[in-house]
């Protein structure tokens, strides 16, 4: 099992700029997280799909961030465009019916 | 309103000294409560998690925390730390029902002397 796994492992784009970032859960597993970590909020769940279906995105900061999960083994969180604000370490994780949550490696992410 | 507090922001132990690292929540149901562990530029990994049942539950890397309501704790515990430990511990609580999110606490980064 390869575990979830994160692209790109680090981005350092300028403001402005349009981020994507991808993540691939492991198989079988239904639920998708999108995390966000700095050191001022700590972590932050952004939005979370189940089934593929966005339950809850109450998280997602500003219209800026919009997220995708076109099929259960993919995911995408945008940022269009992006702000110096906006750098951090974002992490997927995914998991499958009421066990624990198996996170990825996360992307750094710079904006300058 | 559901929290987690980690009350250490940062603790040191002497390698082979044991460990206590603190968790109180806040939850107005039955929690599942975990203790996940994140290295230098690394994910989060699971240490243990708490479901129902026994309140003394064991986990990877030698750790244990105990369930307890009364107190609405979940520390986790080590007998003998290794240099290896030395990272940022997260505590975290979810709902009950057929839900997932997670509300983690702050973290607490442990340094470990030799």
């Known amino acids: 099992d390869a575990g979830v796994i994160q692209s790109p492992r680090h981005e350092v784009t300028e403001m402005g700029q349009e981020v994507t970032l991808r993540c691939k859960p492991i198989?079988?597993?239904?639920?998708l997280f999108w995390y966000r970590q700095t050191m001022m909020r700590g972590l932050e769940l952004l939005i979370y799909?189940?089934?593929?279906?966005?339950?809850?995105d109450s998280g997602m900061p500003e219209d800026r961030f919009s997220a995708k999960m076109p099929n259960a083994s993919f995911s995408t969180l945008k940022i269009q465009p992006s702000e110096p604000r906006d750098s951090a370490v974002y992490f997927c994780?995914?998991?499958?019916?009421?066990?624990?949550?198996?996170f990825g490696p996360g992307t750094r992410l710079t904006v300058l | 309103a559901q929290s987690v507090t980690q009350p250490d922001i940062h603790i040191t132990v002497s390698e082979g000294a044991s460990l206590e690292l603190r968790c109180n929540y806040s939850?107005?149901?039955?929690?599942?409560l975990f203790w996940y562990v994140q290295s230098p530029g690394q994910g989060l990994q699971l240490l243990l998690k708490?479901?129902?049942?026994?309140?003394l539950v064991q986990g990877i890397k030698g750790f244990e925390a105990e369930f307890k309501r009364s107190q609405s704790s979940f520390n986790l515990r080590k007998p003998s730390v290794h240099w290896s430990d030395a990272a940022e511990y997260f505590c975290?609580?979810?709902?009950?029902?057929?839900?997932?999110?997670?509300?983690f606490g702050q973290g607490t980064t442990l340094q470990v002397k030799p």
């Open positions: 994780a995914s998991r499958s019916g009421l066990n624990e949550q198996f």
């Open positions: 708490y479901f129902s049942g026994d309140t």
């Open positions: 198989s079988g597993h239904n639920s």
């Open positions: 799909f189940n089934n593929n279906v966005p339950i809850d």
């Open positions: 975290a609580v979810g709902p009950s029902g057929n839900t997932g999110k997670l509300i």
């Open positions: 939850y107005g149901a039955t929690p599942y």
